[in-house]
T-cell receptor
Framework: EPEVTQTPSHQVTQMGQEVILRCVPISNHLYFYWYRQILGQKVEFLVSFYNNEISEKSEIFDDQFSVERPDGSNFTLKIRSTKLEDSAMYFC????????????FGPGTRLTVL | DAKTTQPNSMESNEEEPVHLPCNHSTISGTDYIHWYRQLPSQGPEYVIHGLTSNVNNRMASLAIAEDRKSSTLILHRATLRDAAVYYCILEYGNKLVFGAGTILRVKS
């Protein structure tokens, strides 16, 4: 079965530093998503991306966050100036269609902000 | 955002069927019902989804009430590997809004 991959698996950074989390979605998928999960809490939607632009974003996804599809295969999440509360698991997902489509989730990147 | 209500936890014996209920009384006519599960330290894994009719796949079955205000995920024979958090999710717009889910424990 096709898989979404994410790198790195674990990222440790100092507060105030920029981080870029990387994802390789499934190759023929058109819709891309980022979710996060703070330890012990629910999985939270951050942003959806289609046709090189954001289609929807949550209140969490403020000006400190940005997403990009720099080439035909990667999808990235950038946090410009990390805060302690950004520490979480970040999951990338992709789907082949919009409504009613299965999402394929990656294994996640654990971000630790010190 | 459309909301779902699930039991906090359930327990099952290995090799027996499991019925995981979900209430979604505020569902609208175009909301798909998705089920995902999450094992510890892993990403969510797709289980099944549907709109109006019951659905079957190799992992599970999804029974949707006629009024669509509730649904049940059926695992036909639980194994120890099915122990996970199961999320019933209404697809709202282009996003899946996760709730707290049901922790399924499977006893050998």
């Amino acid at each position: 079965e096709p898989e979404v991959t994410q790198t790195p698996s674990h990222q440790v950074t100092q507060m105030g530093q920029e981080v870029i989390l990387r994802c390789v979605p499934i190759s023929n998928h058109l819709y891309f998503y980022w979710y996060r999960q703070i330890l012990g809490q629910k999985v939270e939607f951050l942003v959806s991306f289609y046709n090189n632009e954001i289609s929807e974003k949550s209140e969490i996804f403020d000006d400190q966050f940005s997403v990009e599809r720099p080439d035909g295969s990667n999808f990235t999440l950038k946090i410009r100036s990390t805060k302690l509360e950004d520490s979480a698991m970040y999951f990338c997902a992709s789907s082949g269609g919009r409504a009613g489509s299965r999402r394929f989730f990656g294994p996640g990147t654990r971000l630790t902000v010190l | 955002d459309a909301k779902t209500t699930q039991p906090n936890s359930m327990e099952s014996n290995e090799e027996e069927p499991v019925h995981l209920p979900c209430n979604h009384s505020t569902i609208s006519g175009t909301d798909y019902i998705h089920w995902y599960r999450q094992l510890p330290s892993q990403g969510p894994e797709y289980v099944i989804h549907g709109l109006t009719s019951n659905v079957n796949n190799r992992m599970a079955s999804l029974a949707i009430a006629e009024d669509r205000k509730s649904s049940t995920l059926i695992l036909h024979r639980a194994t120890l590997r099915d122990a996970a958090v199961y999320y019933c999710i209404l697809e709202y717009g282009n996003k899946l809004v996760f709730g707290a889910g049901t922790i399924l424990r499977v006893k050998s």
